[in-house]
């Protein structure tokens, strides 16, 4: 289990200090895919690279620690402190754009064995890399070339071998898909739940797109303005949220047939220079009384594993009911033929993510 304790991370700017997580608590069980979902400029990068223990100037982990849940090769616990000894062995990082991640001048078969985990066994790792991306299916030879002779896909695909080549048990990806085109994107996608359920690892996967997360995850956490504001098994978080911002995200997606209109997400969230006092939400929140302009709920459970930071937590259902939104993604999942009507990219691999989890269950 991956412990978040009390997460605050600051990045040291001309223009001052600016805390972009706060106050983050989080218990990640084992062998789980995790979401985080949230408005851009909400701290879920932030949040990874923290968690990846990758926090030079100007981002520093200014309060709180991580614990990881296992030990070093000293028989130390792993920490905040310790992480990045675990690099790549222990810990890997799958970044938005794999096209300026992978080095450019180095063939991609040196990228493998240039790990210090790897370094000095070199015939031998080669040979377990080519059977490795070939099992990833990508021809052996692809690791022969330079990452400018492989396509985008491609290169992500390396990307992500190169983050599971040596089975790290966390393995954090930061919109892993963003940049790819749809048919590549639910490839790679599929690629790493098959990997996710190999190896028994934690994967931590983030992406502003719901769907994906649908698809994708076990579990959810919501941030919102720097704060965690929700936390739950996915399937909840879809079918029954108990927070505002949470329906509000998942209304947004599209809803079958045309005539009614996405309800959409009105505003922005708060900047993150001068928060609002009280709830951060509170100004786009339907639900916000005096209360929530004055004090900042906490995030509680409300139901088992089930937190919200929501001191309207009960008004939750009625609202969802109230905003009539169409079928929820979790829904229509379970009806093919609607989904053939609909037709859209998105709705199909949404199903093909439900079929996907089922055989995972
Ligand atoms: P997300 O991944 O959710 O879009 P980020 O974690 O990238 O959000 O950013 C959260 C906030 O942190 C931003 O709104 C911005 O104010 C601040 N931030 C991010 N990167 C930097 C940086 N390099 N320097 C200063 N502030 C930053
Ligand atoms: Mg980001």
């Given at each position: 289990m991956i412990k978040l304790n009390n997460i605050e991370a600051t990045y040291t700017t001309v223009r001052g200090k600016v805390k972009a997580v706060e106050g983050v608590n989080l218990e990640i069980p084992d062998s789980i895919i995790l979401g985080i979902a949230g408005e851009s400029g909400c701290g879920k990068s932030t949040l990874m690279k923290v968690i990846y223990g990758d926090t030079g100037f100007p981002l520093s982990l200014s309060n709180g620690s991580v614990d990881y849940g296992f030990e070093n090769e000293k028989m130390q616990p792993v920490t905040n402190q310790n992480i990045q000894s675990e690099w790549f062995r222990n810990i890997s990082y799958i970044p938005?754009?794999?096209?300026?991640?992978?080095?450019?001048?180095?063939?991609?078969?040196?990228?493998?064995?240039?790990?210090?985990?790897?370094?000095?066994?070199?015939?031998?790792t080669l040979e377990k890399v080519r059977e490795f991306v070939q099992m990833l299916g990508l021809p052996p030879e692809s690791i022969d070339s330079y990452p400018h002779q492989l396509s985008g896909g491609m290169q992500q695909r390396i990307m992500v071998?190169?983050?599971?080549?040596?089975?790290?048990?966390?393995?954090?990806?930061?919109?892993?898909?963003?940049?790819?085109?749809?048919?590549?994107?639910?490839?790679?996608?599929?690629?790493l739940m098959r990997l996710q359920r190999m190896m028994k690892n934690t994967i931590i996967f983030v992406s502003h797109d719901m769907g994906v997360h649908y698809q994708v995850t076990h579990k959810m956490m919501?941030?919102?303005a720097a704060k965690a504001v929700e936390y739950a098994n996915t399937n909840d978080i879809f079918s029954n949220p108990l927070h505002p911002y949470t329906l509000m995200l998942t209304s947004s997606l599209p809803t079958i047939g045309d005539e009614r209109a996405r309800t959409g997400l009105p505003g922005r969230p708060p900047s993150l220079w001068d928060p609002p006092k009280g709830c951060r939400f509170a100004m786009r929140c339907p639900l916000a009384t005096p209360l929530c302009h004055e004090t900042e709920p906490e995030l509680l459970q409300h139901q088992p594993g089930r937190f919200s930071a929501c001191h309207r937590v009960d008004a939750v259902p009625a609202l969802a009911a109230k905003m009539h939104h169409g079928p929820k993604l979790s829904e229509f999942a379970k009806d093919r033929e609607l989904i053939a009507k609909v037709g859209s990219a998105l709705k199909a691999d949404a199903t093909e993510g439900a079929a996907i989890r089922e055989e995972l269950e």
């Open positions: 938005q754009s794999s096209m300026s991640s992978l080095n450019p001048v180095v063939r991609i078969r040196d990228q493998f064995t240039d790990f210090p985990a790897t370094s000095g066994r070199k015939r031998e071998a190169l983050a599971t080549f040596l089975h790290p048990s966390i393995i954090l990806a930061d919109e892993p898909t963003t940049a790819l085109d749809v048919v590549v994107q639910k490839d790679i996608l599929i690629l919501i941030m919102y």
